[in-house]
């Protein structure tokens, strides 16, 4: 257990899939886009990722989570697929501190990367990682089909 003051830091081998899927609804509340997720979800979604519950932290205030990084590892690379801290306590550096943390544990297991995606209109996440030397790498682009026609 680690400690960013006045957060506790745990690994998320302490939590359960419904768990962990509440919390990071939570702290994705209002966020860029519209987000929900339940146990049974969480647990396909991220465990096709890769994920990784030792290296994955929840952060806690008075036992109460309040940010949470999923972690996916694919070989000597890890992955950040999920970042998100409670409205109530962004805007005031944990995130820095947080990712510094995911950082530095990284290198002492000897990853030779992390790496991770965000939506463009993210420009919160998107500063954070600036400042923190991650380098753009592509865009992700989406696409949509108007459903009003048959598929053959």
Request: aromatic share 8%.
């Amino acid at each position: 257990m680690t400690s960013i003051s006045p957060l506790v830091c745990r690994d998320a081998t302490h939590y359960d899939s419904h768990q962990l899927a509440a919390i990071l609804t939570e702290c994705f509340t209002d966020y860029v886009i519209p987000f929900t997720l339940d146990g049974p979800t969480f647990a396909t979604r991220f465990n096709a990722e890769g994920l990784s519950l030792t290296e994955s932290r929840i952060w806690s205030a008075n036992n109460n989570p309040v940010a949470l990084a999923i972690m996916v590892r694919r070989g000597s690379r890890c992955r950040l697929a999920a970042f998100a801290i409670h409205p109530r306590w962004r805007r005031g550096g944990l995130g820095t501190a947080m990712l510094e943390q995911l950082l530095r544990e990284a290198h002492q297991r000897g990853d030779s990367a992390l790496w991770l995606e965000v939506i463009s209109s993210n420009a919160a996440g998107i500063a954070l990682y600036d400042r923190m030397g991650f380098t753009r790498q592509d865009t992700l682009c989406g696409f949509a089909a108007p459903l009003g026609r048959t598929v053959r």
